[in-house]
């Protein structure tokens, strides 16, 4: 019983100290949820990767550090980049992670061009589009045109960096985008001890390094180590985007592909243009959870438990 209480009362500094206010529990939550059966063996905190052929920025999103010294549990959530190019082996590999959930971030433009997830017999995808602000589909226009002169047009003089940043304001300002990310957080909290879920977009760095970045803060997680993890992803992605440039420049699509790095990376700054939004709509990242997302005092607390122990 004294474990049970001090529990609660962590869980209540921590959310004090994430939505700046002590939040008001109901007397319905959940129970802590037992280690799942599912461990990685890695036990520094850094991310972990969950090595596939087919897809290069999969990660357990486990292990990081609470500010109360708790930790969150490995083989909870993952957080992947597109699904649909696995091998058989990959697959595989998804099937030992005993997933409850898929969740696919990518709008119909990219399913198309990619096709859909390779996900084990049983396990369907739940499709939430978060807009891209019309990124994939420019990024197709301008590579297909193979013209230097409007790639650097379209692309350069920092263009590319403006419109990333504009993209990462959309994540906050847009009603449907704020839903989608809201009912991947309850989704989370809901599981509790079940299964884990996955959530995806295209290269698993935006979307799903902003929902990533979001579900770390939100559960107690320090906001240097969330920003840790959202940058991991240039280090996991960097051999095959590098190699992608080189492929368009060797077959003429583009003279200068150098152009589409700050397509490719993240950057400190883009998180810095959503977090700015979530001060000037929201007043801090407490308000963009409760009042952004939907999120109330229980479910924050629920979703704690599902994901800290």
Same mark, same amino acid.
């Given at each position: 019983? $004294?474990?049970?209480?001090?529990?609660?009362?962590?869980?209540?500094?921590?959310?004090?100290?994430?939505?700046?206010?002590?939040?008001?529990?109901?007397?319905?939550?959940?129970?802590?949820?037992?280690?799942? +059966?599912?461990?990685?063996?890695?036990? +520094?905190?850094?991310?972990?990767?969950?090595?596939?052929?087919?897809?290069?920025?999969?990660?357990?999103?486990?292990?990081?550090?609470?500010?109360?010294?708790?930790?969150?549990?490995?083989?909870?959530v993952f957080r992947a980049d597109a699904l649909?190019?696995?091998?058989?082996?990959?697959?595989?590999?998804?099937?030992?992670?005993?997933?409850?959930?898929?969740?696919?971030?990518?709008?119909?433009?990219?399913?198309?061009?990619?096709?859909?997830? $390779?996900?084990?017999? =049983?396990?369907?995808?739940?499709?939430?589009?978060?807009?891209?602000?019309?990124?994939?589909?420019?990024?197709?226009?301008?590579?297909? +045109?193979?013209?230097?002169?409007?790639?650097?047009?379209?692309?350069? =003089?920092?263009?590319?960096?403006?419109?990333?940043?504009?993209?990462?304001?959309?994540?906050?300002?847009?009603?449907?985008?704020?839903?989608?990310?809201?009912?991947?957080?309850?989704?989370?909290?809901?599981?509790?001890?079940?299964?884990?879920?996955?959530?995806?977009?295209? +290269?698993?760095?935006?979307?799903? =390094?902003?929902?990533?970045?979001?579900?770390?803060?939100?559960?107690?997680?320090?906001?240097?180590?969330?920003?840790?993890?959202?940058?991991?992803?240039?280090?996991?992605?960097?051999?095959?985007?590098?190699?992608?440039?080189?492929?368009?420049?060797?077959?003429?699509?583009?003279?200068?592909?150098?152009?589409?790095?700050?397509?490719?990376?993240?950057?400190?700054?883009?998180?810095?243009?959503?977090?700015?939004?979530?001060?000037?709509?929201?007043?801090?990242?407490?308000?963009?959870?409760?009042?952004?997302? =939907?999120?109330?005092?229980?479910?924050?607390?629920?979703?704690?438990?599902?994901?800290?122990?």
């Amino acid at each position: 019983m $004294r474990s049970t209480r001090t529990r609660t009362a962590a869980t209540v500094a921590v959310l004090t100290l994430v939505l700046g206010t002590a939040p008001t529990l109901t007397a319905h939550a959940a129970p802590t949820a037992p280690r799942p +059966s599912y461990t990685h063996p890695h036990t +520094s905190e850094s991310p972990r990767q969950i090595p596939l052929r087919g897809a290069v920025n999969v990660r357990d999103v486990g292990g990081y550090r609470t500010y109360d010294g708790e930790r969150v549990r490995h083989g909870r959530v993952f957080r992947a980049d597109a699904l649909s190019k696995l091998t058989d082996g990959d697959v595989a590999t998804l099937a030992g992670l005993r997933l409850r959930k898929v969740v696919d971030f990518r709008v119909a433009e990219e399913v198309r061009h990619d096709g859909p997830d $390779r996900l084990p017999a =049983g396990l369907a995808v739940t499709a939430r589009p978060v807009t891209d602000n019309g990124l994939f589909q420019q990024l197709m226009t301008v590579i297909g +045109s193979r013209d230097p002169v409007r790639q650097e047009e379209l692309l350069g =003089g920092g263009k590319a960096e403006a419109f990333m940043r504009d993209v990462y304001r959309t994540f906050v300002t847009d009603a449907t985008d704020r839903a989608q990310f809201g009912a991947t957080l309850r989704d989370i909290a809901a599981g509790g001890s079940a299964a884990p879920l996955l959530y995806h977009c295209t +290269s698993g760095k935006d979307r799903t =390094g902003w929902t990533t970045y979001v579900l770390l803060r939100a559960v107690g997680v320090p906001e240097r180590t969330a920003v840790d993890d959202y940058l991991a992803s240039n280090t996991f992605r960097a051999a095959y985007d590098a190699k992608l440039r080189e492929t368009l420049q060797q077959t003429g699509m583009m003279q200068n592909p150098d152009l589409l790095i700050p397509l490719q990376e993240v950057r400190g700054g883009y998180l810095d243009a959503a977090l700015a939004e979530v001060t000037s709509r929201y007043g801090g990242f407490g308000g963009y959870l409760t009042k952004g997302l =939907g999120l109330d005092a229980g479910t924050l607390v629920t979703l704690r438990r599902a994901m800290v122990g």
